[in-house]
């Protein structure tokens, strides 16, 4: 479990997964980043996503109609690899195994799902960048490479774009000026999206600060405030706002 995606998954064998969103991890409690666009298209591929709401902590349940093996978070908690077999049917009527790999935000979002030659798969594993997995496949080890939707945004002749590095725990965000070649970089912590426009680029990210609110059924729950960063065109900050 990531400290600042403190989400517990627990797989089961007939391919239910419960993610308890917001773990308590003590003093160093963190509270998990959103997926953009994370109810788009979630259920995907014949999955069912539920969400439920107690006193304590959001949970996510997800039936993905698969006979679970292994699961996976990758290094910063915000994909979720489920490892199993699935039972399809063919044109001449007769059902066949397959293994695959299914993809998941931390909110129930269907992401991508990777099939493998094999009959079972019995370890599956990240790399330190998040950009790879491999699967231990019957006899065989497969590698592959993920290619993940990245955050960016374009005005005036710059360019603002975000990456992730496994030794880092923020995030570098590049301001590059495509005339000149000069490059600006800074390190945002816990950076949630990107967007640009005119002159300026706006940083979205999660506070520090949290809010006490009245939630369903009359309890009370507390709820993580965002920061938004106006930067200019060298990534300094114009204007900050919580909300």
């Excluded at 308890?20 to 509270?31: A, E, I, M």
């Excluded at 994909?79 to 909110?107: D, H, K, W």
């Excluded at 030794?167 to 000026?177: K, N, Q």
Aim: glycine share 10%; aromatic share 6%.
């Amino acid at each position: 479990v990531d400290i600042d995606a403190p989400d517990l998954v627990i797989g089961f064998a007939h391919g239910r997964v419960q993610i308890t969103k917001g773990v308590d991890l003590g003093p160093r409690k963190r509270q998990p980043e959103p997926s953009p666009g994370a109810n788009d298209d979630a259920g995907k591929g014949g999955a069912r996503v539920k969400t439920v709401e107690d006193a304590t902590a959001p949970t996510v349940l997800i039936d993905t109609g698969m006979r679970l093996t292994k699961l996976a978070w990758n290094c910063n908690g915000s994909i979720l690899a489920l490892a199993g077999t699935q039972e399809t049917a063919a044109s001449n009527g007769e059902t066949r195994s397959v293994c695959m790999v299914q993809f998941y935000s931390p909110f129930g979002q269907h992401l991508r799902t990777l099939k493998v030659p094999g009959s079972s798969i019995s370890a599956i594993t990240w790399d330190g960048s998040g950009l790879r997995i491999a699967l231990a496949v019957d006899s065989f080890i497969y590698f592959a490479n993920l290619r993940l939707d990245y955050r960016w945004g374009a005005f005036g002749n710059t360019l603002c774009y975000a990456y992730t590095r496994h030794d880092r725990t923020d995030t570098p965000v590049v301001f590059w000026d495509t005339h000149t070649d000069e490059r600006h970089t800074r390190h945002v912590r816990r950076l949630i999206a990107i967007r640009a426009a005119g002159d300026n680029a706006v940083l979205a990210t999660r506070s520090t600060e949290t809010l006490l609110v009245q939630g369903s059924k009359g309890r009370e729950k507390t709820i993580r405030q965002h920061t938004l960063v106006l930067c200019n065109a060298i990534g300094s900050p114009v204007d900050t706002r919580v909300t």
